[in-house]
């Protein structure tokens, strides 16, 4: 679905780096890119690198647990900037704690961020996508989607559960025109953070292997992919990882 002023993508959790790339690529292709972030003042800068680029893009502080502040966003994105074609939810809450020191408030802080903001995420896309026929949701996982690692209850709890509401969304919205997919990132991306964590664990992270880590930028190129395929074909799960990782 286009407006006039072109097509409208919302990137809910553009990060530093993986939200930011998916918001470059897509601005590159001639939409207009909605970002949100808890902390919105942090956005200026993408703003600014997507408009000095030619792209056109809007930020607005968003806390994706609130479903009021959601319902907001919606609405006034496609009041006043265009009907949505894409939602890509990336929002992360990625945390490690033996689970003997796993705090309620811990375990329920990392499944708000990383399941139920994505449950209010998807049904507002679905709420504005479904009437009109056409329009995709796409939601990041990870390598917790998958299998839940030691030290990762909170984190992996939250991401199966955000994969199976995927799966749900994609059986009943998929035969109504509306894309629903999930991509499983089963690698370390490339980050400031991911290399610390490397360094912390003794490995010297400005060394690796060229390729080893996977760019923010593959990662956007694959929700690239995914928009633009025929609904003849839809993909619902895609699975990425460098070469050199194991699985």
Not at 15 to 32: E, H, L, M, N, P
Not at 63 to 88: H, K, M, Q, S
Not at 106 to 119: N, Q, S, T, Y
Request: proline share 4%; glycine share 12%.
């Amino acid at each position: 679905m286009t407006g006039p002023s072109g097509p409208v993508c919302l990137v809910v959790g553009a990060g530093d780096y993986i939200g930011a790339a998916i918001a470059k690529r897509f601005a590159a292709g001639g939409y207009i890119v909605c970002l949100g972030r808890r902390n919105g003042d942090q956005l200026a800068p993408l703003v600014q690198e997507i408009e000095t680029s030619g792209g056109r893009a809007h930020a607005f502080a968003f806390d994706a647990r609130n479903e009021a502040r959601t319902l907001e966003v919606f609405a006034e994105i496609e009041r006043d900037i265009g009907p949505l074609a894409v939602v890509i939810f990336n929002v992360g809450g990625n945390v490690n704690f033996p689970i003997t020191e796993t705090t309620e408030r811990v375990f329920r802080k990392v499944w708000e961020m990383a399941c139920f903001a994505g449950f209010l995420t998807g049904r507002e896309a679905a709420k504005y996508m479904t009437p009109r026929g056409q329009g995709s949701i796409f939601f990041t996982g990870a390598t917790a989607s998958l299998r839940g690692g030691a030290g990762y209850a909170a984190f992996a709890s939250a991401k199966f559960g955000l994969r199976a509401l995927a799966q749900a969304m994609a059986r009943e919205l998929g035969p109504k025109g509306v894309h629903v997919a999930h991509l499983v990132i089963d690698a370390g991306v490339d980050t400031a953070w991911v290399r610390a964590r490397r360094r912390d664990k003794g490995e010297d992270a400005d060394t690796l292997q060229a390729d080893a880590l996977m760019r923010p930028d593959s990662v956007a190129e694959a929700y690239w992919m995914l928009h633009n395929q025929s609904r003849d074909a839809w993909t619902f799960e895609l699975d990425a990882r460098p070469f050199g990782e194991r699985w």
